[in-house]
Every structure is written in structure tokens, then in C-alpha cells.
């Protein structure tokens, strides 16, 4: 092959362009055609999402159609009579539940025993995480309000939206599930209020007679009683939760959660969504932190119940890998491998195990994920020059001042009436927006309670102002400050009025004692 110039061309250096070309070209139709198989299957998540909302509602409709106490199989109505339609015409648009009576016979007696009695709740239903929370009485102590404190710690607004928080009191004494709906009512009540929290328990009929079980593996009858009861409560929990996100999130009463989960979880949940997996693991102890399809639960639950009093939850995890994927010919290491195929682990751990005592009376486990890592326990911000000081009095070095700075949390000891945070800037500032939030993912519950937020105007004129009632934005304080916000459920945050111009100094002041000590996580001052 000649060239311009009449010079030999080597052929070869001609066919590798091509074949350059070529490579580079199908290469890019390759990640075209990825990309679009990957729209083509978040839009089918989706579809199947509004699916099972839609079956919620039809759900719901059928429970309301059984509740009505029809004397007969009309209604009378101006001299004609109005059908209800047959709940088998219902029934025909609803996902197939695992068959539990033939796992469960009781139940043939009781068979509504698996509707759950909903005790707080707004019925949330097609969000994207389903986090699943079993409770049990204890005989030592109970982690749970800490547990739902960590889960919903720093959740956006939208975050909240986009998650249900499911607590299953697994006991059917009245009077204490009761007393632990009233604790989560009482402790996060704009949380129930807005559907971010469900508390539910089940049927006085849903357990079995655990009398008979079989002793194996050398576990005690207690034992066996335990894990047994623990397998159903798994199912129970899974039944109910199928139906009300596209993926589900299996945690215990007695976690922390690292800061920023919900987003992690997301994140890596869309990197690997157009692959084959059965559950994706964010805890490598027990059963802490699996998450599923939530369109997988039905099939899983069947699995549990057909073994529910043979082996623990996490040994009949380990059994369905097996039976999905493992071939008796072949041996131990190729199992291994292929059932490491269909769960991945993700690092660093998401949930971290923090109760000493198990909810099997007597036993101890003082169980640590070693992948959680440092937790993230106050975030920093970039805050104008300023002189602090407080009244109270910080533990083992938690001051103030590196709070401010970003280089640590503040931690004092009980706040009492009276009791302040003040910032005095350097120099005066136009503020624009505050943000404080007491206690951390840890320490949740060292808050601010009854405390506001206050400025202090650099203008004279505008001090009086405020002392004269003549600003809408505030109120007046003492000592010329003006009241423009308060603490609600630890956090204190809101955009200051430009009426007050340039400000001196802002105030943190607490008006009633404390039964706990009090935690700065962050503080910005935006200008």
C-alpha cells in the first residue's frame, strides 16, 4: 500500500487502525446497549414497586371488607339489593403467601393468626428501604429506643420519606406490648405521626405449643425454644413487610447504626442491581443487616418455616445458598465459591451489635463487628471567628471550643436552668442560617431540652426594637438578646431574620433542669 507521497505503507499498521477503530466501535455500543439494559431494568424495579403498593391497597380493601359484619350477603338499599363482591375475586390479584399451614397446623384454627394487630402506624408503603426491627422482652436491659434512635438519627427529610421502620414486638402479652408502643410513641412521636415508624405485634394464636421440640446440636430445650420462636418471628416480620418497599433490611433491637447508612446502602445497592444476588450483607454477624428483594421474601420465608424448628435463622440462610447453587459433586471450595456469588458483602459494616445481653435469659454475648470501623460522632463545619464560653461544665476534654472548630464533639454534664452556650464573634456578622444538633449516633439521648436559640443585635436601635415587640421575627430575652428558635427532638435550625441586621453573638439557653447530660454533634453558623 503506497502512501502520499508514493512511499510503502506497512499493511499491517493499516489493519490495526481498523481494527482499533473497530474495538473502540463496539466498545461503545457495548456500554450503550449496558446502559440501556440497566435503565430498561430500574424502570421494571419500579413497575413491580407500584405492583405491590397496589397490592397493599387491595390488601387493605379485603381486610375492610372482612371487618363488615353483613348479616347476609346483601345490603338493602331504596328496595334493591347491592352484592359485595366475593373475596376470592380479591384474592386473585394478590401475591401467593408461602403456605404456612402446612408448616404451622395450629393456625388452621386461627387462620386470620397471621394479620398482625397494627398498634402505631400510618400504613407506609412503597419506599424504598424496609427496615425490620423484632423485639422481645428482656430480662437486663432494653436497647430498642436507642436502636430506632441510631436509624433515624441524621434521615433527611427525603430520606424519611423513602423509609419504614418496622418495630415487631414478638410477644403476645398485652400489657407489654403495649407499654412498648407507648415508649416509641412517646419517644418519636413526629416520627409515627408521619408513617416513619410502625409498631406491630402478632396474634395471640401465631405461636405453637414449643413444649414438644426435639433437642439437637447440643442446645438446652430453652435454647431450642429460643431459636425456634426467633425463626417465626423472622417469617412473621418478612410476611408483613413484603408488601411495603422494594427492598428489605433485616436488623435486631440492639444495633447502631453508622452515619449515613441509608445513602451507602442505596449506593451500592445500585451498583449491583442488574446482577444476580440473593441478599446483600452490611453486618457480618448473625442475621444483622441482610437485606433482600422484598419480591424474594416469600420464597425465603417458606424455606424458614419448613425448617423453623430444626437450625438457626443464619445456618438455614446458608442452607438456601446451598440449595440454589451448590453441586454435591464437586467439592467444598467450588460450593464456597458459587455461594459467595449470590451474597456480597459490603465493608465497612452498616450496623454495628452493641447489646451484652441476649435476649435468651442468661446469655451473654458481648459480639463486635470488626469491619463497622470509628464511627463518624459530630461533623464539621467552617464557622466564623469567635470568642465561647459556657456554663457548663465539658467531660473528659469534649470542649466547646473544638466543637466549634470541627474538631470534636462538645459534651457537658447536666445542663440546670439557666444554663448557656455563647459564641461572640470577633467581629459582628450577618448571619444568614443556624444549625445545632444535640447527641450523636451513639449518645443519642444527651440533647438540649427546653432550651432556645438567641442573638444578640449589634445595632442598638434594633435591640430596642426587639425589646419593644416591634420585630415579628423574635422575641425578646435577657440581657438584650432576642429569642429566634428552639430546640425540637435535639435539633435547633432556622434562617435569621434580616431585621436584625449585623449580630453580636448567639446564645444557647436552657430554661428547666435536665435528667441527662448534653451533647453538641454539630454547629454551623452560616453567613
Known amino acids: 500500500m503506497r502512501g502520499r507521497y508514493g ?51 387491595l390488601l387493605q380493601v379485603l381486610e375492610d371488607l372482612q371487618n363488615l359484619t353483613i ?57 424504598s428501604l424496609v427496615l425490620g426491627v423484632p423485639t422481645v ?6 436497647y430498642l429506643v436507642n436502636t430506632v434512635s441510631s436509624l433515624i438519627f441524621d434521615l433527611t427529610p427525603e430520606q424519611k420519606n423513602d423509609v419504614v421502620i418496622v418495630v415487631f414486638v414478638a410477644e403476645t402479652d398485652d400489657v407489654f406490648v403495649s407499654s412498648v408502643a407507648e415508649s416509641i410513641q412517646k419517644s418519636f412521636p413526629d416520627d409515627v405521626k408521619s408513617g416513619l415508624i410502625e409498631v406491630i405485634s402478632p396474634s395471640p394464636y401465631y405461636y405453637p405449643d414449643f413444649t414438644n421440640l426435639k433437642e439437637t446440636f447440643g442446645d438446652t430445650k430453652e435454647r431450642v425454644k429460643w431459636r425456634t420462636k426467633q425463626n417465626l418471628d423472622y417469617s412473621f416480620l418478612m410476611l ?15 444495633i447502631v447504626a453508622k452515619s449515613g447508612y441509608s445513602e451507602t446502602i442505596k449506593g451500592y445497592v445500585q451498583q449491583v442491581i442488574t446482577e444476580r444476588w ?48 451448590c453441586n454435591p459433586e464437586r467439592d467444598a471450595k467450588h460450593c464456597s465459591n458459587e455461594k459467595a456469588k449470590l451474597k456480597r458483602t459490603f465493608k465497612p459494616s452498616q450496623f454495628q451489635h452493641v447489646g451484652l445481653h441476649s435476649s435468651l435469659p442468661g446469655k ?47 459534651w457537658g454534664l447536666t445542663p440546670t436552668k439557666g444554663d448557656h452556650v455563647l459564641i461572640t464573634f470577633t467581629q459582628p456578622q450577618t448571619i444568614k442560617g443556624y444549625f445545632f444538633r444535640s447527641g450523636n449516633i451513639e449518645t443519642n439521648g444527651d440533647k438540649f431540652y427546653n432550651t432556645t436559640v438567641e442573638v444578640l443585635p449589634n445595632d442598638a436601635s434594633v435591640r430596642e426594637q426587639v425589646e419593644k415587640g416591634q420585630l415579628s421575627c423574635c422575641r425578646p430575652s435577657s440581657d438584650g438578646f432576642a429569642v429566634i428558635g428552639s430546640f425540637v427532638n435535639g435539633i435547633a435550625e432556622g434562617e435569621v431574620d434580616g431585621a436584625l441586621r449585623e449580630i453580636a453573638a448567639m446564645r444557647l439557653l436552657v430554661h428547666s433542669d435536665s435528667d441527662v447530660w448534653v451533647l453538641l454533634s454539630e454547629i454551623f453558623i452560616k453567613v
Open 137 to 142: 422482652r428482656r430480662q437486663k436491659q432494653s
Open 364 to 410: 451473654i454475648q458481648n459480639l463486635k463487628d470488626k469491619d463497622f470501623g470509628k464511627q463518624i460522632l459530630f461533623k464539621a463545619h467552617s464557622n466564623p471567628a469567635a470568642v465561647l464560653s459556657t456554663s457548663l461544665k465539658d467531660y473528659q476534654g469534649h470542649s466547646l471550643d473544638k466543637a466549634y472548630r470541627g474538631q470534636d464533639f462538645f
Open 278 to 325: 440473593l441478599y446483600l450483607e452490611f453486618s457480618q454477624l448473625g442475621f444483622i443487616g441482610k437485606l433482600f428483594r422484598a419480591s424474594d421474601l416469600p420464597r425465603i420465608v417458606e424455606f424458614i418455616l419448613m425448617f423453623h424448628k430444626d437450625k438457626p435463622i443464619d445456618w438455614l440462610l446458608d442452607h438456601i445458598l446451598w440449595v440454589k447453587v
Open 7 to 57: 512511499k510503502l505503507i506497512p499493511l499491517t499498521l493499516s489493519l490495526c487502525g481498523c481494527v482499533f477503530v473497530l474495538t473502540s466501535w463496539r466498545a461503545a455500543q457495548h456500554e450503550t446497549r449496558e446502559g440501556e439494559l440497566r435503565k430498561v431494568y430500574e424502570r421494571l424495579v419500579k413497575a413491580e414497586q407500584r405492583g405491590e403498593a397496589l397490592s397493599v391497597k
Open 71 to 127: 348479616a347476609s350477603n346483601n345490603v338493602t338499599s331504596n328496595n334493591s339489593s347491592v352484592k359485595w363482591p366475593e373475596t376470592s375475586a380479591i384474592l386473585r390479584f394478590l401475591p401467593v403467601q408461602p403456605n404456612a399451614l402446612l408448616y404451622l397446623p395450629h393456625l388452621r384454627e386461627h387462620q386470620d393468626s397471621l394479620k398482625p394487630i397494627v398498634h402505631l402506624g400510618q400504613r407506609r408503603s412503597g419506599v
Open 240 to 254: 408483613y413487610a413484603q408488601h411495603k418497599g422494594t427492598y428489605y433490611v433485616q436488623l435486631e433491637d440492639d
